[in-house]
């Protein structure tokens, strides 16, 4: 099972996004059907309610009058409160049974307006948010809607802003033209990336990225920030730290497209412990890997392998290639992976060395992966010492 995030600002089109995915087979939630239903007449919702606000918040056959509720409770942010703690658990005990109900094998689809303001991003698979120009949304709302322009604008400007959305999107469908145009990319979307994204989860697949370099890309920052977030809420206090690291991290350098976290944990049976957590998040394991080069202590010149164990896990995500490397917390990976990245940063003229070295080693592999990496391998050997003497030079 896989969990996907569907949000939009007000007139984007979301609901032809969710019943796309519907016809496909998806199992949707919908947190707007569910915060009606927990307030239904006869709930105990609805109960809560009128003890909080008054009787006046009903219409005359007992159902819930939102315009009224809504003038009592959006007055301060003391009555705000009081009606979160009402509906809030409500809707989160609501959600919890339907995800209990889903199928196993199923592309849970839940379908959040405020996804975005509500900071929950993380806690899915795949976020995907359906955007419009503001003009193409206003014209919906008060053709379609029957809205008068000035409450149009005032609803989505009161929302997430596209730049916010865009921050936690992994996927971004574009509604300014035809129904039918946007029907068309969420199926695409459906059968190319969140079909197989599903399957590799369940199969425990990794997706390896594409063997080039690409021209550095400010968009990486944000991609890693998403993987950090989305590796904390899959985690949590399991981890002692999660950093972006390797050369995504590192702004105007070129790179492979492929997003490289390090999860600091206090020993690896931490790691062998959440193995199948990680992998249930979407990002399985990758058994035949245990262990970084070993290199010497710049120090001792002594080289113990064992200090080297690491565990490595890939993303199942076809869209977004991920390598999360797991390693103990004070251990020569662990502290060469920050170190490496910092070095790189403060550095010109290493970053453009490096670049150099990564150029040279993919032209010679020739699209074997392998070669790629053992191609690079007698250059970091060196960059291990040089980043040791690095190291002791700022701190002095």
Do not use: C
């Not at 996927?171 to 695409?188: I, Q």
């Amino acid at each position: 099972m896989i969990r996907v995030g569907l949000t939009g600002g007000i007139g984007a089109g979301k609901s032809t996004v969710a019943r796309t995915f519907i016809e496909r087979g998806a199992y949707l939630i919908d947190a707007d059907k569910v915060a009606r239903e927990v307030v239904e007449p006869g709930s105990p919702g609805l109960a809560a309610l009128v003890e909080a606000f008054g009787d006046d918040i009903l219409l005359d056959d007992g159902s819930l009058n939102r315009p009224a509720l809504a003038a009592k409770a959006f007055v301060d942010d003391e009555q705000r409160g009081k009606l979160n703690a009402i509906t809030h658990p409500l809707v989160g005990a609501r959600t919890q049974e339907l995800l209990a109900a889903a199928p196993p094998d199923s592309i849970v689809v839940q379908d959040i307006p405020l996804l975005v303001e509500n900071h929950t991003a993380p806690f899915f698979h795949a976020v995907v948010v359906v955007n419009a120009d503001e003009e193409v949304r206003v014209h919906r709302l008060t053709t379609s809607r029957g809205l008068d322009e000035a409450d149009a604008r005032a609803r989505i400007k009161a929302q997430a802003t596209e730049a916010q959305r865009r921050d936690v999107a992994d996927a971004w469908l574009d509604n300014s033209g035809t129904p039918d145009d946007l029907a068309a990319a969420a199926a695409a979307l459906w059968d190319d990336r969140l079909v197989p994204f599903e399957r590799n989860v369940v199969d425990r697949v990794v997706v390896a990225g594409p063997l080039r370099l690409d021209a550095a890309d400010p968009a990486w920052a944000a991609a890693g920030r998403k993987v950090v977030n989305r590796l904390w809420a899959v985690l949590g206090d399991k981890a002692v730290a999660i950093d972006h690291i390797g050369s995504t991290s590192v702004r105007g350098l070129d790179a492979k497209p492929t997003v490289d976290v390090q999860v600091t944990v206090a020993d690896l049976d931490v790691a062998d412990a959440f193995a199948d957590v990680l992998a249930d998040g979407g990002f399985p394991r990758v058994d035949d890997v245990t262990s970084d080069r070993p290199k010497p202590d710049p120090e001792t010149d002594i080289t113990d392998p064992l200090l080297w164990a690491k565990r490595f896990h890939g993303s199942a995500d076809p869209g977004r290639p991920v390598n999360v490397h797991i390693r103990a917390a004070g251990s020569p990976g662990q502290r060469f992976a920050i170190d490496f990245r910092d070095w790189l940063i403060d550095d010109p003229l290493a970053r453009a060395e490096y670049a150099e070295v990564k150029a040279e080693a993919m032209a010679d592999a020739d699209g074997d992966r392998q070669a790629y990496a053992e191609a690079k391998e007698p250059w970091f050997d060196d960059a291990y010492r040089r980043v040791s003497a690095w190291k002791v030079g700022r701190e002095e």
